[in-house]
């Protein structure tokens, strides 16, 4: 693989065509739905967050347009680098993998799921770009250096093995390595759900950073509207497997239209 | 290599097919052997069958041997290097028996060598077959452990995991402390786990002249190195793969530039090296004193 082929920068051709966009989205598992009908466009350096309760099917959706899970009916089509928009259906699988492990990210709710567990912090970072073809030791630490640090986890862990990682640092950790090939589009499944609450607000803070550093387009699926509020700038509300609201985050946390999203914003505590 | 032969043994005793194996199944594994020929470090599925040894006593070489043996052959054994270890002797006397063919311990003399660790020291020639006995044929497995993500890695030419297991060698000790089973790729292609052999001997299969087969009995897997193929030690640009060095030569025959084991001699740590490769130290030691 090309160096030059895999890190251009922020190349974006056409910030006005969406980077990705979702058409008519079904997934079944036999009889039961698990969502439906889902449709929306997401732009480059745009984060849209799917909100809901548990079970609405916002997990299903993400694993389907992340191209993890096949769907039963619809298209989810994604422009690529080179600004041709491609039917991820269609996508080889080779192309798919080099897809994922390139130009998108997967942040999972448990970092274990993310990590390779029995691997140092900076082999962690440094997978990918190995596997993109990075042969230089010192160029590969260098890199996974800078972004331990960029991820604030103190330079002498850079040896340690994540199970020796608190939640908080793991979950940073699964983020660092996810953006040192400079993703354009990261899947964020409940990122600090697992995390306590002064953590979640320091990983909170730091993705926010780094998504407005990196003009990062995120799709974010979280079931609290607080880190949806903090992170999006557009919400989609799902309720049993279909899309009941979408809309600019402020104004569907603010003045919510559908009736399920008047019960959820008013479940939030008053502060 | 055919025969017609019910039983060659020498000895009287129960009658077996020549080189033990029923030809039905000596041509599935030749048919396995061909394919990983035909594609250099790829790993082929066989129906490897119960042996008459346990598992990890060399079963997958010893399948292979037995597919690829003709009445002519001159087979060497050797394990570790050495000829007249228990697990050398018994896959000697196997073939002797089952075969009734003329076993050898000069490297120059075989027509095929079955090894487990070691490649001789005395460079293998054309015509020349060295059988490995492989326990764990798949280089991704400690760090993959799944069979279906592993062969679509293979697929998909996904090796950057390889030098993950690099990376955290350097990380923790300095150097790529890995000194067997010391992973190659073939011809720019496959990734290869090259047995355990010592990563002295990697740059013995580089070009080989000799045919090189590969055999997991446990795991079911062949694979094969066509003579002259391209064998490179992975390694990184600004760590680049060495071989272990000796400091001193063999206490035994003088040799220098070969793999030497470590002998411990008493209780009050008194130690020798020696060569590994019992015939080239013998060999060295009957031209030294004529």
Not at chain 2, 87 to 108: C, E, L, Y
Not at chain 2, 161 to 166: D, E, N, P
Request: glycine residues 8%.
């Amino acid at each position: 693989m090309n160096a030059d082929a895999t890190f251009p920068g922020a190349a974006s051709p056409d910030a006005a065509d969406p980077i990705l966009s979702v058409r008519g989205l079904e997934k079944r598992y036999g009889e039961r739905i698990g969502c439906t009908d889902v449709s929306f466009d997401l732009w480059p350096g745009e984060v849209l967050a799917i909100v809901g309760e548990s079970g609405s099917g916002k997990t299903t959706l993400l694993n389907c347009i992340s191209a993890r899970r096949a769907p039963s009916a619809g298209t989810v089509s994604y422009r690529m680098r080179d600004g041709v928009t491609r039917d991820l259906a269609a996508l080889g699988e080779a192309e798919r993998r080099v897809l994922m492990r390139t130009d998108w990210g997967f942040v999972h709710q448990n970092p274990i799921d993310g990590l390779r567990m029995r691997v140092s912090a900076g082999a962690n970072v440094g997978e990918r770009l190995m596997a993109v073809g990075d042969r230089n030791y010192g160029r590969i630490r260098a890199t996974a250096a800078d972004w331990l640090a960029r991820v604030e986890i103190p330079a002498d862990r850079i040896d340690d093995q994540p199970t020796a990682f608190s939640g908080g640092m793991r979950q940073r950790l699964q983020i660092a390595r996810n953006l040192v090939t400079h993703p354009r589009l990261v899947f964020m499944d409940e990122p600090t759900g697992g995390l306590d609450v002064s953590v979640q607000a320091r990983v909170l803070d730091l993705l926010r950073g780094l998504v407005a550093d990196l003009g990062l387009a995120v799709v974010i699926v979280t079931h609290d509207l607080a880190v949806a509020r903090l992170l999006s700038q557009r919400i989609v509300v799902m309720k049993d497997g279909t899309v009941v609201e979408e809309g600019l985050t402020d104004r569907v946390l603010d003045d919510p239209r559908h009736p399920y999203t008047q019960l959820l914003v008013a479940s939030i505590p008053e502060s | 290599m055919r025969t017609t032969a019910m039983t060659a043994a020498a000895t009287p005793g129960p009658a077996y097919n020549f080189a033990y194996l029923d030809e039905g199944t000596k041509r599935m594994i030749r048919r396995a052997i061909l394919k990983g020929i035909a594609v250099p470090g790829y790993q082929v599925p066989f129906a490897s069958r119960e042996m008459p040894m346990p598992y990890g006593w060399g079963t997958g070489g010893v399948q292979v041997t037995a597919a690829i043996l003709g009445p002519a052959d001159v087979l060497k054994v050797i394990d570790q290097g050495a000829d007249d270890t228990t697990n050398a002797v018994s896959i000697r006397a196997f073939f002797r028996k089952t075969a009734g063919i003329a076993t050898t311990t000069r490297t120059v003399e075989a027509t095929i060598v079955q090894t487990r660790h070691r490649i001789p020291e005395t460079p293998l020639a054309a015509g020349q077959i060295i059988v490995y006995q492989v326990p764990i044929p798949e280089p991704l497995r400690f760090l993959e452990p799944r069979e279906t993500e592993t062969r679509t890695m293979h697929a998909l030419e996904e090796y950057g995991l390889m030098h993950v297991k690099l990376y955290e060698d350097i990380a923790r000790h300095g150097h790529i402390a890995t000194t067997y089973a010391y992973p190659v790729k073939v011809e720019g292609r496959y990734v290869m786990d090259p047995s355990p052999l010592p990563k002295f001997d990697n740059p013995k299969m580089h070009r080989s002249p000799a045919l090189q087969l590969f055999g997991a009995g446990r795991e079911k897997r062949i694979y094969a190195l066509p003579p002259y193929t391209d064998v490179r030690s992975l390694d990184f640009e600004d760590h680049p793969f060495t071989v272990q060095s000796f400091t001193e030569p063999c206490a035994v025959c003088g040799a220098r530039n070969v793999y030497l084991d470590e002998v411990v001699t008493d209780d009050r740590g008194g130690r020798m090296f020696v060569c590994s490769d019992t015939d080239h130290c013998g060999t060295r030691r009957a031209e030294a004193t004529p």
